[in-house]
Structure formats: structure tokens, C-alpha cells
């Protein structure tokens, strides 16, 4: 049975940044309690940045277990590691170059391949030297963090997109005709399932509408597409997105 979504809603940006810090903290504690190293699906975007921010700051960046993290990505812009847009760039700025997280454990989605589908390729065969994975098996991350776009989208899986029905490939690279830059490279619903615990990240009033259709509604969205069959699902939103929730505004 699919994990039924657990809901927190705090005042603002800055709440979802320490509530996803103490999260993370917790998985992290609790995966190398368990297995002596704890594996994370970074996200782009401005509110998981706030997040980066707050584990570089006592107490997080002190109790994380850094030299035991190996970090991932959800998605990537096809651009350069140096671009703007890129999100390796923002987590590297933002987290990943100021804490002792070894440099070899970090894993970034080559965003400036001349050619997507073997960047993608490349990416899931770097997962399964990580993971250990066997043929047919997918990586359980212990932590995957994710955003909700007003379209529903998540990571870079976006509505209409036939990458919302891969079952085999685990990453793949996408078309998203609406965004910016339209070339994506992103994880898929196989290795989303799989995870111990799916976060979502959502703040700000824009976001309401297709907050309150993905929680209340029972829409079929991208990010209502993404649930662990085997782990813990939770919604950390600020008060203007949970705005249109029912007795949560």
C-alpha cells in the first residue's frame, strides 16, 4: 500500500527551511544508524536553496554525518555546471562547498553532454555502482527531496511527458516545451517509489491551487504520481501555499 501523505504547515520559506533541515538530519542519523552511510536526492529551486542554507549553520551543519552522505540529484537543467540555471551550481554554492561532504560522493547529472540520453545513461549507471543495484532492481534512496511546479510537475517530470510512464529506465532525459530550457534530465517514478522517504518542498500563495488539487482534489498530477510504496511521504508547506487546504489556512 502506498504511503499515505503526512502533512506539516509552518508560518513561512524560512520554517520549511528548519523543519526539511531537522528531516534531513533525522534520515541522515537514522540511515547510517543503519547502514553506515546515508544517500540524498538534492532538488533545485529557491526553497530547497533555504534549506542548503540552514544545514550550513549550527547545530545541523555540525551533527550532519557528511563524511557519510553521498549526494544525488532528483533533476538537471541541460546546461553547464557553471550556469545559472543549473541546479548543481545553486546546491554547490548554496551547501555542498561548505560543509566536509567528500568531493567523490557528490554526484552531479552532466548537464552539458552533447547528448541527453547517454548524459541519463551515464547517471543511472553511476547509481547503480553506488547502490549495488542487480538488473531489474532500482536504488532506494533514504531521501528524496522534491518541489511541486503550478503545473504539477515534479523534479522534471512534467504533465503529458512520456517519461511519467517509464518503468524500466531510472533516469531519463525529457522535453518540457513551457520551461526556460526545455531539455531536462530527471530521476523517475521507479526510483521516487522506491524511496524511504519522499519531501515535498512548496511554498508561496501561486502555488496553492495546485496544492489543494493535489492533496484535496485527488488530481493526477506528475507530483501525486510520486509515492513511496515502501516509505514515508511528507508535504512541508508554508502557510500560503496550504492557503486553499480545507481548516489549514
Known sequence: ???????????????????????????????????????IALAGGFTPRETYERLTLAPYVDRMPWERTWAFFGDERVVPPDHPESNYRMAAASLLSKVAIPAEQVFRIQGEHPDPDVAAAEYARRMVEVFGTRRGEVPRFDLVLLGLGVDGHTASLFPGSLALKEVFRTVVAVHAAAAAI????????????????????????????????????????????????????????????????????
Open 1 to 39: 500500500m502506498d504511503a499515505a501523505p503526512e502533512i506539516t504547515i509552518v508560518p513561512d520559506p524560512a520554517a520549511i527551511a528548519e523543519e526539511t533541515a531537522r528531516e534531513i538530519l533525522e534520515a541522515a542519523t537514522t540511515a547510517v544508524a543503519a547502514s553506515g552511510r546515508f544517500t
Open 182 to 249: 526545455p531539455t531536462r534530465i530527471t530521476l523517475t517514478f521507479p526510483v521516487l517509489s522506491a524511496a524511504a522517504r519522499l519531501v515535498f518542498l512548496i511554498s508561496g500563495a501561486e502555488k496553492a491551487k495546485i496544492v489543494k488539487a493535489a492533496l484535496v482534489d485527488g488530481a493526477l498530477l506528475p507530483a501525486t504520481m510520486a509515492r513511496p510504496a515502501d516509505g514515508r511521504l511528507r508535504f512541508i508547506l508554508d502557510r500560503a501555499a496550504a492557503a486553499l487546504l480545507p481548516g489549514r489556512s
